[in-house]
């Protein structure tokens, strides 16, 4: 959550780098018969300095206290841990724009890159530690198993930091214990943080803390939004203005462009409709500036939009588009994306820095690269086009924004003060429908052209459509934080009902068909364990047994082999309690799978056993062969070769009766093993040759390679190295071909 975009005498992006004293002024809007909001016309972005208006006096104290020797260099030595920055100030300040003017001018000097991660939730939450350094970590490419401790995280983050030489920017820090761990030991990284109070706790830290901005400045954002003219004409009620918001430039944006869609009013008129605006009583003094200006742009707005604002706070992870707000407003895709990009022009929305543009530059996100009446993102951000102007060739292309921070919270008052809580709830209910909808259209494009799935989504709105595979994965990888935050919504006080199913399902399927597996990891462990804690708060066994499988496994698979195993069981008493076969036998076999990674082959073997009887008694053959050679390798392992001979012996004929050559064949080859190992090896040479015929009328080349070599060492050992070199030149003929 930050303020970026209303920020202290900053201007927001859409007007970065437009000198704040020379730029003209915007041009207002015409009445619109629709009813829609009067949008001003925001002058395009001028490259060039000056767009900084107020707080070089803080900027120059910041980069002194980078070069002031700090209480642990006083020696003459280098510090150990990076030199940390505070930026204090309310939000609506301006602090995370001065911060993103800092980092712009120290940037040349840390070749690393800068590194953003904010520190507050969209609903005013602290984030997740963990989480937080895990994203970190992702920016500089370094991995870390899912489900990974804090610690783990934290101290993964301080070693892939140690060596560089970069910038560190932690945005609405709500204290010193978020900030703490995030801390590298790395003195040639600089770390910024911005929050509203000091870091108590943290030593050698120094804030710069932000008041108003003065008169001149103050001033010369009202004129940057309202336009000159007016300003020029009553400098005095100018001044008076910019007091009555307290030279907080969120106020002074919101105060501006207020100004800015009502060509015939004037300052004092300005001044007058903030004067009037009612204050609670006990609302902090230093609160009531922004509190008036946001209060006074959102009661003039159409009733329609107002309400639009308000519902926006339930966005998942603060991310906002145009099928996000459509859902939640009940309205029109184009209608939304319109209303938007007016909030954005008003100041109450900024364009979204989450975007994942890594691949945008070189890669068309549709199949042409650029339809008749198609916008870009970029384009249509703080872009004054009306819905008919364009045609979004897929959802890929609607542009995200967020409400900044300092605005957040006021328009959640605002909700709650006018909104039903069955019309909230039915709002959040469309707007998780569309995301599952969204989610089963970008699943469908990693699909082939001609599957099932394709042809489906062929039919779905236009703006439910991807273009590409690769606008669906950049739509996935752009709203990923928050596909994951309407999960947490949908489980949040929810009953695992259809709808929350749904949307667990298709997120957890769409991103193993984009991502894979093992990129994907990290993710389905949060979901996975979203699912289970409100298993276990509505005692839903299924769902818990279901979870901690899932879990399970992945802690198996990161090398928490002991963890793994009290998910096993727990997922084993649940499923039992419910009757559930299928559940069961997952249980029963992934405790076996658990037990031979830990080398405890007895109890492995015991538990394929038990798994071995659930599956014989439900007839599942298939399974059941599995079953048989899993006992099997164990007891070989375990040196219990007379019961290791049986088992494959039992996976062999199982698979015989099944008709399943190929299987029959892996298994016949695996008892010539054992034999050899049991220190028969005529035996096996018998065994293995009858392995090798199966293979060849199955077709397997690869087993049949790896019979033929296995063959070859036998004779070997069996004292015929004619024999030997004739199986080994065939598999190694056999194994070329299979590579080729």
Known sequence: MTDQAVGGGHLPPEVAGAPATTAPGPRAAAPRRDGAVARPAVPAAVPGAGA??????????????????????????????????????????????????????????????????GLTGPAGE???????????????????????????????????????????????????????????????????????????????????????????????????????????VDPRTADSVVEECGGQPAALVLAGTWLAARPMSSVADLYQALHAVPVPPDLPTGARPLFRAFRLTHDALPPSAARMLRLLTLAPGGLVDAHTASALAGCSV??????????????????????????????????????????????????????TAFSPPDAALYPPYRLPGCLAPLARELLVEHERPAEVQLARARMLERTVRLLQSCRAMAEPADSPARQRTAGLPRALRFGSRAAAAHWLRSRRGALLDAARIAVADGELDTLDRRLMAALTRTLLAHQGAEAAAPDLYTLHGLVLRVAERRELPRERAAALLNLGDLDGQAGRTEQALTRYRGALEAARSVKDPVATGRALESLGGAYTELGDWQRAADWYGRALELRLARGEGGDAARLHGRIGGALACAGRWDEALRAWRAAAGTHRRLGETAGQARATGELARVQEYAGRPEDALRTALEALDMARKAGDERLEAALQLRIAETLDRLGDPAAARLHRAAGERLLGDYEE
């Open 52 to 117: 900084f208006a107020g707080r070089r006096r803080e900027l120059k104290a910041l980069h002194a206290d980078i070069a002031r020797a700090g209480l642990d260099t006083l020696s003459g030595r280098k510090g150990a841990r990076s030199r940390v920055l505070l930026i204090a100030g309310r939000p609506g300040s301006g602090r995370t724009a001065l911060a993103e003017e800092l980092l712009r001018e120290l940037a040349a000097d840390h070749p690393d890159g800068v590194l953003r991660a």
């Open 126 to 232: 602290p984030a997740d530690t963990g989480a937080t350094a895990r994203e970190l970590l992702s920016a500089l490419g370094v991995g870390a198993p899912p489900g990974a401790p804090e610690d783990e995280l934290t101290e993964r983050l301080r070693e892939a930091l140690a060596d560089r030489r970069a910038l560190l920017f932690l945005d609405d820090a709500p204290g010193a214990d978020q900030v703490e761990p995030l801390l590298p030991d790395a003195p040639d990284c600089l770390v910024v943080v911005v929050s509203q109070g000091p870091l108590t706790g943290i030593t050698d830290v120094r804030p710069c803390a932000l008041g108003g901005l003065d008169g001149v400045a103050g001033v010369a954002v009202l004129s940057r939004y309202a336009g000159p003219t007016r300003i020029t």
């Open 334 to 387: 184009a209608a939304a994306d319109t209303t938007l990009g007016e909030f954005a022009a008003l100041g109450l929305l900024r364009p979204s820095t989450t975007e994942d543009a890594e691949n945008t530059e070189d890669t068309d996100l549709t199949e042409d690269a650029e339809p008749p009446g198609a916008r870009t993102p970029d384009a249509a951000i703080g872009s004054p086009l009306d819905a």
